[in-house]
């Protein structure tokens, strides 16, 4: 069985407040929310971080931005807007290593982000 918290959501071990799911890809609300809509895409393959990601990921992670797509859609932010955020390790500010991309609406955003 998987340490990894992301994958225990993915095998059900863990039963995360889902708002999409295909065969390659879960999101779902994260626990400690940084905007009015906090939401994060995950790869159901584990990886660790971005520096595993190797070329035959690259579909993969379209399929991620394009349930970003879908997501916004259905929450009614796509037009509003959103930002998408993926962190790598310490200096990124990574805490879970199974790579996500975070997916944040329904205020303004600030840049640079802090
Ligand atoms: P990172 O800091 O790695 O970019 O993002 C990890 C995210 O996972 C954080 O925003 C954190 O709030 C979220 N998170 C950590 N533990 C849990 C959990 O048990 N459930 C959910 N839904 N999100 C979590
Ligand atoms: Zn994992």
Same mark, same amino acid.
């Given at each position: 069985m998987s340490e990894c918290l992301f994958c225990k959501m993915i095998s059900g071990e863990i039963a995360p407040d889902k708002v999409y799911e295909d065969d390659d890809v879960l999101a779902f609300r994260d626990i400690?929310?940084? =905007?009015?809509h906090h939401v994060l895409v995950i790869p159901k393959?584990?990886?660790?971080? %971005?520096? &595993? %990601? &190797? =070329?035959?990921h690259a579909p993969l992670l379209g399929k991620m931005y394009l349930a970003v797509k879908e997501i916004a859609k259905q929450a009614g932010v796509a037009e509003s807007g959103y930002r998408t955020v993926m962190n790598c390790n310490q200096d990124g500010g990574q805490t879970v290593y199974h790579i996500h991309l975070h997916m944040l609406a329904g205020r303004d955003m600030q840049w640079p982000p802090g």
């Open positions: 400690s929310p940084q =905007a009015p393959e584990h990886i660790s971080t %971005l520096n &595993d %990601l &190797d =070329a035959w």
